[in-house]
């Protein structure tokens, strides 16, 4: 007997699923593209590779007397880079113990959903690994200084033209700054990001960038180079299900001589910079609280503990007469104010405290590294 109109069969289920997941690949590739502000996709073509460049040359003086041969500025482009692309491919299967056990969501979907996070997560690695290649350096004090000097070497670099820099760094060398900040945080492709952070440019956080480092780029040098999986002979010929953009391709099947459900997924994607000389690593130089507190002395206080730049609380006894302190660091651009109810002090000066009030606060400051000390102070007539 002939299967009634309109039944839904397992093929049917199999194919929503496989359109959820190009669906939801599709959409955070959309989202980073908007976020890296890419306006050039280049699909591969058969047989071509996709070369970055980089111009040099020298410009003669533009002093020539009046009938004279104007000299030749001479100019070369050059491949620096030849990116290459391949057809990646990944498959899993789940056995039909594992369906009975756990149910086909756990059991299919759940790990399907898995799948493309790790498939999107080989793609950034690959991008990171890519940045790292970038000719151009920087280097600044500090988070907000070296993302000041990363910034005035893009504006160098790209002086010709009106650019809007982005910039990858490692979660680590910002959490501090955000855990106090009051800013918008987004995400696009796995990875978190904040726009117009400091007033310099879009931010991406995420850990496949070496700590203490900065890549950053402009938005129009970020390219996005693909292998379409869709209307060509390739999809014409498994039959994958992809979006319109044909950046991802999926098949979902039962294989019955094993009694599994598999997934063949396909992708070949890569982010990279057509100028290599355009891509500015930063680096954030030793110069944190650690580095910089180490040689905090309290003076005319006996600490209790002793200082240690990982301690925030002490208790103190005191013998000065006068019931003044002082707060020195070795660094000379550390900045340190001595608190003690309204009373500020610079650097080195003295400050006095009121017996009674007890508490003094000392904040040592360099750039936007920041740490405050709490001492509660007694006096020692001895």
């Known amino acids: 007997m002939a299967a009634e109109t309109n039944l839904i069969k397992t093929a049917d289920l199999a194919r929503v699923r496989e359109i959820d997941f190009t669906l939801m690949f599709s959409d955070s590739v959309k989202k980073l593209e908007e ?38 500025s001479k100019y070369e482009v050059e491949a620096v880079n030849t990116t290459e692309i391949t057809l990646r491919k990944w498959r899993k299967a789940t056995s039909a113990e594992a369906i009975i056990e756990r149910g086909y969501d756990q059991a299919v979907s759940m790990t399907t ?29 500090g988070l907000q200084a070296a993302l000041a000097q990363t910034w005035g070497q893009l504006q160098k670099l790209f002086e010709d033209d009106e650019v809007e820099a982005v910039y990858f760094l490692n979660p680590l060398d910002v959490a ?42 402009a938005k129009d040098n970020i390219v996005l180079y693909y292998v379409p999986v869709t209307g060509n002979e390739f999809g014409d010929t498994f039959q994958m299900t992809a979006d319109e953009t044909g950046y991802i391709g999926i098949h979902e099947y039962v294989d019955y001589t094993r009694m599994t459900a598999e997934d063949t997924v396909v992708n070949g994607m890569a982010l990279f910079a057509e100028r290599l000389d355009g891509i500015v ?54 900045e340190i104010t001595i608190l003690n109810g309204e009373t500020p002090v610079t650097n080195g000066s003295a400050a006095t405290w009121v017996e009674g009030a007890n508490t003094v606060k000392i904040t040592v400051k360099n750039g936007d590294a920041q740490k405050v000390y709490t001492v509660t102070v007694t006096k020692n007539s001895a």
């Open 35 to 72: 976020a890296l502000g890419i306006t050039r996709k280049i699909p591969k073509q058969a047989g071509s590779i996709l070369k970055a460049y980089k111009a040099t040359g020298t410009l003669q003086n533009g002093a020539v007397a009046e009938g004279d041969v104007i000299p030749l």
């Open 113 to 141: 959903a898995r799948m493309l996070k790790d498939v999107q997560k080989t793609i950034r690695s690959d991008f990171f690994t890519f940045l790292a290649t970038g000719t151009g350096t920087a280097t600044g004090v």
């Open 176 to 217: 501090d700054y955000l855990a106090t900040a009051q800013i918008s945080m987004q995400s696009a492709f796995g990875m978190s990001y904040v726009e117009d952070f400091l007033g310099l440019g879009t931010v991406f956080f995420n850990s496949s960038v070496p700590k203490g480092t900065i890549y950053a780029t």
């Open 281 to 334: 690593k930063g680096t954030i130089t030793a110069g944190g609280l650690s580095a910089r507190l180490s040689g905090l002395t309290i003076g005319a206080l006996t600490l209790d503990p002793t200082f240690d730049g990982n301690v925030t609380e002490y208790t103190a006894t005191t013998t000065n007469a006068t019931n003044t302190i002082t707060a020195t660091a070795e660094d000379d651009d550390a």
